[in-house]
Nanobody
């Protein structure tokens, strides 16, 4: 199993910035991709940004040029993903969820699954 712990949400004025973080832990053999989704009230959950291992980050059109997804490269924190959000708009208000696709190992058996964080509220309002 993989546990995800998110932090960094809050209330910010339009034009402001926030940085979300998500740390993955558990019996992780490898991480295939790390991503951020969001869900606004009354709307479906949508992909915000994804960064594949060894690949190039991709962003949803509404956040291109404003948000940046990155993965920590330090040895003991390489399973942490960040979402830097700049020039925030009221329409960015949502609960943001971390998603990790990871391969876990248990008793020499490997399994690949998607894991979700608990969500963190981001509110953009004056």
């Amino acid at each position: 199993q993989v546990q995800l712990v998110e932090s960094g949400g809050g209330l910010v004025q339009p034009g402001g910035s926030l940085r979300l973080s998500c740390a993955a832990s558990g019996r992780i053999f490898s991480i295939n991709a790390m991503a951020w989704y969001r869900q606004a009230p009354g709307k479906q959950r949508e992909l915000v940004a994804v960064i594949p291992s060894g690949g190039i980050a991709n962003y949803a059109d509404p956040v291109k040029g404003r948000f940046t997804i990155s993965r920590d490269n330090a040895k003991n924190t390489e399973n942490t993903v960040y979402l830097q959000m700049n020039s925030l708009k009221p329409e960015d208000t949502a609960v943001y969820y971390c998603n990790v696709r990871a391969t876990t190992e248990s008793e020499s058996r490997f399994s690949t699954s998607n894991y979700w964080g608990q969500g963190t509220q981001v509110t953009v309002s004056s």
